[in-house]
Nanobody
Framework: QVQLAESGGGLVQAGGSLRLSCAAS????????MGWYRQAPGKQRELVAT???????DYADSVKGRFTISRDSAKNAVYLQMNSLKSEDTAVYYC???????????????WGQGTQVTVSS
């Protein structure tokens, strides 16, 4: 069993910053890709940023230059530094991990419960 726990969401004014954290725990052999997704009210869940085990990153066009994803493989953790926040960044942010389980060797995707980010204009 694997759990992903997010933290760091909250209310911030437009132009401000927030840092999201996510830690994976449980029966983990290796984490391949970790990432952040978000879902705004009435919209589909969308990719925000991903980072591979080798450190390669990918960003949604809407956040390039404002958000930075990073990873601490020793802690099975991923972070999202969000700067110059806009009202359209308001959403529930979900952490995700593409990993290989320790006991059965299965590759599976896991998701966190989500953390609310609200940007006031």
């Amino acid at each position: 069993q694997v759990q992903l726990a997010e933290s760091g969401g909250g209310l911030v004014q437009a132009g401000g910053s927030l840092r999201l954290s996510c830690a994976a725990s449980g029966s983990i052999f290796r984490i391949n890709v970790m990432g952040w997704y978000r879902q705004a009210p009435g919209k589909q869940r969308e990719l925000v940023a991903t980072i591979t085990s080798g450190g390669s990153t990918d960003y949604a066009d809407s956040v390039k230059g404002r958000f930075t994803i990073s990873r601490d493989s020793a802690k099975n953790a991923v972070y999202l530094q969000m700067n110059s926040l806009k009202s359209e960044d308001t959403a529930v942010y979900y952490c995700a991990a593409d990993l290989i389980e320790l006991h059965w060797g299965r590759q599976r995707d896991y998701w966190g419960q989500g953390t609310q980010v609200t940007v006031s204009s």
